[in-house]
């Protein structure tokens, strides 16, 4: 297994925070995604190799693992339990150069750890073959706030795979869900890693979203809000019709229970709608209507 300098791939240094790894993967990641390079096997591989990296450097655990261990990094419990020391290689080479090590006999000198680590797990003079998990895979899937309102099926493309999932209403931006099984093929018969899927949620809408709740602005003209009336409000399951109470100050907010954002994996479960009211002021006054209101102006001064 030829060594792959994952902080190269993504282009960040050793020293690079996960905020850091994790923009550089998104970036890297939408750059070189199948979709945008239909039929690219450059393009292909080098997102192989990203998501390879960000496997790996976004897990804490793994990233200490792989600095320690380099390539070998998968092999870490083990190298741990037999008590190896990766700085006193070449002189564990030196040492069993020609001579039997737990039941195995070779020359070692000259080869790298992987090498050797193979002749004891996986080559063809060892005892037994261990198992292997296959590698955890790492993938966006961008959704507008329309689309996470509703449970839906998607297709998505992993490593040159093609995927359909179902996903639950109410995903948040940033929320990563588990696909077990879909990651990388185990080895010598282990089980297949896992992929975990970020989402990446965009708002072109009138709402703003905060957890399940929902906020919006609704505009209302002068004569509503002074004598009251009615006035429709837009949600994601159409239109609500309210009424407004006379006298109506702008910014009076309203809250509408159960009109929000569904409670992810809580079936029939919604947040609120909180809307805030705006004043629409007439505009291009007819005579007779400036009038009136410099009627209503004498009215209001008399009274103070």
Known sequence: MDYIDYYKVLDVTKSATEAEIKKAYRK???????????????AEKKFKEINEANEVLSNPENRKKYDKYGK????????EKAGYNPNQQQQYSRQQSGQDFSGFEGDFSGSDFSDFFNSMYGGGRSRSQSKYRGQDFNAELELDLKA?????????????????????????????IKIPNHGGPGVNGGPNGDLYITF???????????????????????????????THINTFDGKVKIKVPAETQPGTKVKLK????????????FGDLYITYTIKLPTRLSDKEKELFEELAKLRNHEK
């Open 148 to 176: 996470a309102y509703t449970t839906h099926k998607q297709n998505l493309t992993v490593n040159g795979k093609n995927i359909r999932i179902t996903i639950p209403a109410g995903v948040e931006n940033g929320q990563i």
């Open 200 to 230: 990446i949620i965009s708002n072109n809408s009138d709402f703003k979203r905060e957890g399940n709740n929902l906020y919006t602005d609704a505009p209302i003209d002068l004569y509503t809000a002074i004598l009251g009336g009615e």
């Open 72 to 79: 070998d990094w998968k092999h870490a419990d083990e190298f």
């Open 258 to 269: 159960g009109k929000g954002f569904p409670v992810y994996k809580k079936e029939n479960q």
């Open 28 to 42: 890297l990641a939408r750059k070189y995604h199948p979709d945008l390079n239909p039929n690219d096997k450059e």
